[in-house]
């Protein structure tokens, strides 16, 4: 578990998308973070306080989390001299980089000497056991795709959202980087050695109060046949009370698979809910979340209609409407 | 890949089950093996000539392969002393064990002395790629079963060998460890960290010649709560164009898994159809292997006639009655 509340470092980011972490960590934990740090020449811009490491310190932020990606998968120098300063200062750093920190013998060397932590979210920091299918009380909500990269980590986040302004009882369970970053928490599911997958999602989905959700991140597709175990470990780990069908309607073809067609929502209904249901038989499918990015507000309200009477389930895009139907549809299971 | 021919090392195995690694590479690559060496007080013995370390070696052994599981998980000092006089007359180690031999500092030093392998056949030795789902030239068959430990590896093997009778060409694809050390080469598909499992399954089964079948070694099952991840990067890295379902009728559940029904061949067969087309359209169910261990040769013959009046496909126990009509199904295709 990565300490809140953060600093948030966004280097010499050379543009707003560069800095995606921070963002969604603004957007959707706005209270992890008390400010941003910014080198000279950072071009983009979370909205936070600009603050210096001294600053940040003297309102309480305990660890230094690096919001932005790097050029060329390498730690600059000028990025090394401010994660020394801040390992110097106390601060745990945590990243999500390919390149890890604990591969870098001058920030291990330091850490060590003040007996900070640092956190590389890409690799599993934990001992997972094997699936053991026993069922665990509480709820549990997975977000399934038709293809990877359609807004299930977006979706999930504002239904956790949603549900919590119903007064529902939610957490959002991260499985990627930007999740455990966003939230301090999280299994690095891509990461985890196949014959653990499963025990890892059971791990992060443990028994809670019986009307509590675990809103879970999903990741790949059932359809996507690079990542298709991770999706299935998933759907079995996660034992999901209920799936939401994530997609987006504009792409020419799956992610990285120019030769494989996006399939049906209706295919991935089905195949998600049929292997769901071994590991619990009263799994439905409640919704669907469109990524409506690339559509007019005419196109995407026309659009989500005509999904909503061919499922017969309501479908919105939750960035652009909210998840609020998404949330009454769980709490009406 | 593993040095040819082998020494098998059965150690003190207290049993014969206890040498199944062994037995399985006599009775299914015995040109492997020059012999095996048995300690003082080894129960087993899988009917090859009883060999020294010396001995094996005048004979052009290369490896010394561990063909036993060991008490307690622990390298005992017995085995350890005839592992380091097999590493000081050159040989080559291989093992499945859970403790590897790259974790005995002794074995390691003197490997490195005198230039032998180490092979720990349990962990990946390859860096595999992220799947690519490119369609590779030849052909690909996979065992999926109802349930983990069904038969599919043996299925497998003697599928293999029933397609070079018929003068097919055909090469086993072993995705674990026992069928790695039978063949010599393969991929630990369970211990491959997530993001590369179909990639690695691709790696194992690439382009060949138009009338070549690899025929791959299943794992676990895509109902099997704990390990379908694994199964699924099978399903989508090996782009079957034939499936076999595998399945052992006396299961009272799930193995492992007490509150889990093992399904019906029927379930198996349709999601792993529909999975399996997203790789590869034109793929089909050809045949079902079933394990009739525990049932009578009435009763398995009676059971086998009813499997496949209800599939409408042959149903065969490979270990009973050769796994012939399976190649003549796939040679049909």
Known sequence: MIQTPYLLFLGDAPDQLAAKVAQGIKDWR??????????????????LADM??????????????????????VISKAWKEVLLAALEM????ASGLHNL????ADLVEKAEERGCALHDVRIPSVAY??????????????????????GKMYTALALDEAMRKRGMKSTFRATGQTGILITGEGVPLDAVV????????EYLTPDNDADHWDVIEGQGSLFHVSYSGVTMALVHGGQPDALIVCHEPTRPHMRGLPDYAVPEMADIRDVALTLA???????????????????SDAEAT???????????????DPFRHGADRLAQALEAL
């Open 302 to 316: 026309a659009y989500l209609k005509k999904v909503e009477a061919e499922m017969g389930l309501p479908a919105v």
């Open 30 to 47: 706005p209270d992890n973070a008390v400010g941003q740090l910014r080198m000279e020449g950072c071009k983009a811009d979370v909205g």
């Open 101 to 104: 920190l604990e591969d870098e």
């Open 277 to 295: 249901r071994v590991a619990n038989p009263g799994c439905q499918v409640v919704g669907i979340a469109v990524n409506t990015q690339h559509l």
């Open 129 to 150: 056991p094997i699936a053991s299918g026993v069922k665990r009380s509480g709820k549990r909500v997975l977000a399934v795709g038709t293809d990877c990269s359609v």
């Open 52 to 73: 210096t490491l001294a600053e940040a310190k003297s309102k309480g932020a305990k660890t230094l989390v690096i919001g932005v990606a790097n050029r060329g998968g």
């Open 90 to 93: 106390g601060y745990d750093i």
């Open 194 to 201: 196949a014959d653990f997958m499963a025990g890892a999602v």
